[in-house]
């Protein structure tokens, strides 16, 4: 379903730009999109998704958050300067892959969030025509 609406849009993109019927043709076709994009049900969608990506993007700023608490915590641990250095470099480095993890998986999720958007919005456009 994914790959036949961005078959549909991508081929509605070319038409427009590579269109020779003119601004005429081209203010229709943009009306159109316009309707489309105003529908109830897709900006209940477009609402989903962006509700979505907001708590997503709220999750990143606490994973920072924890790993630069780890670091300081490594860093005044008790040891020699030595000893206490390496230890923040190594919870820097595990810390790292924590904040990459969470800003891998918050980007999957917000276009998983998208797609699922997508499909809903498509079939919810065949249903009502």
């Known amino acids: 379903m994914k790959g036949k609406a961005g078959l549909v849009v991508g081929i509605a993109i070319g038409y427009v730009l590579g269109s020779r019927a003119g601004r005429e043709r081209y203010e229709q076709i943009k009306a ?3 309707k489309v994009w105003n529908a109830e049900p897709v900006q209940t969608q477009v609402d989903k998704v962006k509700d979505f990506a907001k708590s997503q993007a ?4 606490s994973t920072l958050w924890e790993s630069a608490v780890k670091v ?3 860093a005044g641990a008790k040891g020699t300067p030595g ?5 923040a470099i190594k ?3 595990d810390s790292a892959d924590d904040v ?3 800003a891998q998986s918050s980007a999957k999720a917000v276009k998983d969030a998208v797609d699922d958007a997508i499909d809903d919005a498509s079939e919810n456009g065949r249903g009502g025509a």
């Open 32 to 34: 159109q999109w316009l």
């Open 58 to 61: 709220m999750a990143l700023p």
């Open 91 to 93: 919870v820097g480095k």
């Open 83 to 87: 000893q206490r250095l390496d230890a």
């Open 72 to 74: 300081t915590q490594a």
């Open 100 to 102: 990459e993890a969470a």
